[in-house]
T-cell receptor, first 116, second 112 residues
Framework: DVKVTQSSRYLVKRTGEKVFLECVQDMDHENMFWYRQDPGLGLRLIYFSYDVKMKEKGDIPEGYSVSREKKERFSLILESASTNQTSMYLC???????????????FGSGTQLSVL | GDSVTQMEGPVTLSEEAFLTINCTYTATGYPSLFWYVQYPGEGLQLLLKATKADDKGSNKGFEATYRKETTSFHLEKGSVQVSDSAVYFCALSDWTGNQFYFGTGTSLTVIP
């Protein structure tokens, strides 16, 4: 069965800490995404990557960075966590779109991050 | 730019009631349309999809028809069950298939 695995289900951090959220997929997908999910706001794209060592900003990249050193792993980094980054973080992956057949996203179970 | 608008929740229904969750979209080119479902404590999973106009996606008794003339992809189910309680997200992927846009989600609670 295909899988997107996020390293932590729940995480509690202090303001100012550096936080790493890890995501691994076993489907050999080219595309990987990080979203945050907040009540009433739905899913908002933070960063995405179409290939190893490649990254693109999404809609809300401020305060975040990412790393994709290997195809299967996409890490989200909060350089200095703040309370407004308390949220559910969802990682997703997909095959590279061909423009002819649109691919679907596979999601991890999410990491609920609380910044105190 | 591309976007998705879906009806606000929360929605509460009795078991066996009819469900409609409205979704409209704005897109250039020919997007694919999706409904994702998120059960409590889990990530999102694909419920159904449609890739071109007039296509009907269906799964687990849920249906949605890709209507280009009204730019809509409404989710329907004839008889909901308690186990359908979840958050439902409408989404589209752009013409490249590489970018995805989500609605804000609609929370559904089905009571016995």
């Amino acid at each position: 069965d295909v899988k997107v695995t996020q390293s932590s289900r729940y995480l509690v951090k202090r303001t100012g800490e550096k936080v790493f959220l890890e995501c691994v997929q076993d489907m050999d997908h080219e595309n990987m995404f990080w979203y945050r999910q907040d009540p009433g706001l739905g899913l908002r794209l933070i960063y995405f990557s179409y290939d190893v060592k490649m990254k693109e900003k999404g809609d809300i990249p401020e305060g975040y960075s990412v790393s994709r050193e290997k195809k299967e792993r996409f890490s989200l980094i909060l350089e200095s966590a703040s309370t407004n980054q308390t949220s559910m973080y969802l990682c997703a992956s997909s095959l590279s779109g061909t423009g002819l057949t649109n691919e679907k996203l596979f999601f991890g179970s999410g990491t609920q991050l609380s910044v105190l | 730019g591309d976007s998705v608008t879906q009806m606000e929740g929360p929605v509460t229904l009795s078991e066996e009631a009819f469900l409609t969750i409205n979704c409209t979209y704005t897109a250039t080119g020919y997007p694919s349309l999706f409904w994702y479902v998120q059960y409590p404590g889990e990530g999102l999973q694909l419920l159904l999809k449609a890739t071109k106009a007039d296509d009907k996606g269906s799964n687990k008794g849920f249906e949605a028809t890709y209507r280009k003339e009204t730019t809509s992809f409404h989710l329907e189910k004839g008889s909901v069950q308690v186990s359908d309680s979840a958050v439902y997200f409408c989404a589209l992927s752009d013409w490249t298939g590489n970018q995805f846009y989500f609605g804000t989600g609609t929370s559904l609670t089905v009571i016995p």
